[in-house]
T-cell receptor, first 114, second 112 residues
């Protein structure tokens, strides 16, 4: 079982460059999420999609855009990267209808912005 | 705005010690409180708590929720070096805003 797959795993950008982090899940989950993790900050929600066709801002959405391409895929785009966006990004998915709250995480994407 | 606060932020113990990690929460439309363990990569699920006073147990780990006082604790008995990790607590908000709000985590280091 692949679960939640994120690409790329590592990326180095220069300030002002753009990039898209891709995420796909094969568990037929309705909800998908993008978090960022910085040292000592836990996981902070960037954007989430409660179901296909909907997206909502989380705690730290500035500088990011998302697309819920279909039920499986949820991408995160940085239009003009800044050093403050250096972080580890985690995509996650969950079964909203059963309301268990349990999320399944990808292995993370480490992004460095110079 | 939903808020989850964990304490302590870091903890160093010796193998065999018992530790208690704390989590307080303020979450709208509260559904459940979850604990995750994070070693090198992705967080992995430990417990989900929905009812007050009912202990969830898995081996040396246990957790309990107090919905009146809005907090949860995670206990680890007879700690081992393999328990070294970041432990994350998250509040689950239901309704149309189905999402988890995480605390900053507790970094646990277990020394031999």
């Amino acid at each position: 079982n692949a679960g939640v797959t994120q690409t790329p795993k590592f990326q180095v950008l220069k300030t002002g460059q753009s990039m898209t982090l891709q995420c796909a899940q094969d568990m037929n989950h309705n909800s998908m999420y993008w978090y960022r993790q910085d040292p000592g900050m836990g996981l902070r929600l960037i954007y989430y999609s409660a179901s296909e066709g909907t997206t909502d801002k989380g705690e730290v959405p500035n500088g990011y855009n998302v697309s819920r391409l279909n039920k499986r895929e949820f991408s995160l785009r940085l239009e003009s990267a800044a050093p403050s966006q250096t972080s580890v990004y985690f995509c996650a998915s969950g079964r909203q209808k059963k309301n268990t709250g349990e999320l399944f995480f990808g292995e993370g994407s480490r992004l460095t912005v110079l | 705005e939903d808020k989850v606060v964990q304490s302590p932020l870091s903890l160093v113990v010796h193998e065999g010690d018992t530790v208690t990690l704390n989590c307080s929460y303020e979450v709208t439309n509260f559904r459940s409180l979850l604990w995750y363990k994070q070693e090198k990569k992705a967080p992995t699920f430990l417990f989900m708590l929905t009812s007050s006073g009912i202990e969830k147990k898995s081996g040396r780990l246990s957790s309990i929720l107090d919905k009146k006082e809005l907090f949860s604790i995670l206990n680890i008995t007879a700690t081992q070096t393999g328990d070294s990790a970041i432990y994350l607590c998250a509040g689950h908000s239901g309704g149309s805003n189905y999402k988890l709000t995480f605390g900053k985590g507790t970094l646990l280091t277990v020394n031999p």
